[in-house]
């Protein structure tokens, strides 16, 4: 019986966090984190300025959440789209086919958005200024390098295959390119050219990173 209230809050809390999350990804991407107001975040949500305070101590926090939400299901397609491409390739495929059915599955699934680019380059100037944010911001982008080196170490060994560098440098190396051709499309003004990247670049430069396993 006593048990019972916390949980209830606890219920209680995570359903405002989702939902402060949700709201702040959708006012973010309408206008930036800057120019968003907390009121309107909340307004969005449906709740208090004191339900924001009472789950993050700044939008930029905030924005950390949205951030990890959004990596996560990034990582969830992925991991989708590599199963998919390998389980059959050693009967039917070879590794080189998987590895362009994998990109070209990617640049379909994993769509660049110009207005998602500029509010991660927002947070990480603000973040490259704030040594709480820096540091929480920096602790977490190696935890996603290991998650995707995780996913391709994985994917190497189905293959019969492994990495020639570590698998997190090869993980940093390809979400650099990724980085700067989202980089080229804003500052360009154009489409970012994720058909060319996933279906061409990415194979080649994979292709250089990894070599048949020694069993």
Request: glycine share 2%; aromatic share 6%; net charge negative.
């Given at each position: 019986?006593?048990?019972?209230?916390?949980?209830?809050?606890?219920?209680?809390?995570?359903?405002?966090?989702r939902r402060l999350i949700?709201?702040?990804?959708?006012?973010?991407?309408?206008?930036?984190?800057?120019?968003?107001?907390?009121?309107?975040?909340?307004?969005?949500?449906?709740?208090s300025r004191g339900a924001?305070?009472?789950?993050?101590?700044?939008?930029?926090?905030?924005?950390?959440?949205?951030?990890?939400?959004?990596?996560?299901?990034?990582?969830?397609?992925?991991?989708?789209?590599?199963?998919?491409?390998?389980?059959?390739?050693?009967?039917?495929?070879?590794?080189?086919?998987?590895?362009?059915?994998?990109?070209?599955?990617?640049?379909?699934?994993?769509?660049?958005?110009?207005?998602?680019?500029?509010?991660?380059?927002?947070?990480?100037?603000?973040?490259?200024?704030?040594?709480?944010?820096?540091?929480?911001?920096?602790?977490?982008?190696?935890?996603?390098?290991?998650?995707?080196?995780?996913?391709?170490?994985?994917?190497?060994?189905?293959?019969?295959?492994?990495?020639?560098?570590?698998?997190?440098?090869?993980?940093?190396?390809?979400?650099?390119?990724?980085?700067?051709?989202?980089?080229?499309?804003?500052?360009?003004?154009?489409?970012?050219?994720?058909?060319?990247?996933?279906?061409?670049?990415?194979?080649?430069?994979?292709?250089?990173?990894?070599?048949?396993?020694?069993?």
């Amino acid at each position: 019986m006593t048990d019972q209230p916390p949980r209830r809050e606890t219920r209680r809390r995570a359903e405002t966090r989702r939902r402060l999350i949700a709201a702040a990804r959708e006012v973010f991407l309408e206008h930036s984190i800057s120019d968003t107001p907390v009121e309107l975040i909340c307004e969005t949500a449906g709740f208090s300025r004191g339900a924001f305070y009472s789950n993050f101590a700044t939008k930029e926090d905030l924005f950390l959440a949205v951030y990890e939400e959004e990596v996560a299901a990034r990582i969830d397609q992925t991991r989708e789209i590599i199963e998919k491409a390998i389980a059959p390739t050693r009967h039917e495929r070879s590794v080189h086919e998987a590895i362009l059915e994998i990109g070209a599955a990617c640049a379909e699934a994993l769509s660049a958005d110009k207005t998602w680019y500029l509010l991660l380059a927002e947070f990480r100037a603000h973040a490259l200024r704030d040594p709480e944010m820096r540091l929480r911001a920096g602790e977490y982008l190696d935890q996603i390098t290991d998650e995707v080196a995780e996913l391709m170490h994985h994917a190497l060994d189905e293959l019969g295959m492994r990495a020639v560098v570590d698998t997190r440098d090869a993980v940093r190396a390809l979400l650099a390119i990724y980085d700067a051709e989202l980089e080229r499309a804003v500052f360009s003004d154009t489409d970012p050219n994720m058909g060319t990247l996933f279906t061409e670049i990415f194979p080649r430069v994979a292709a250089a990173l990894i070599a048949p396993r020694e069993d």
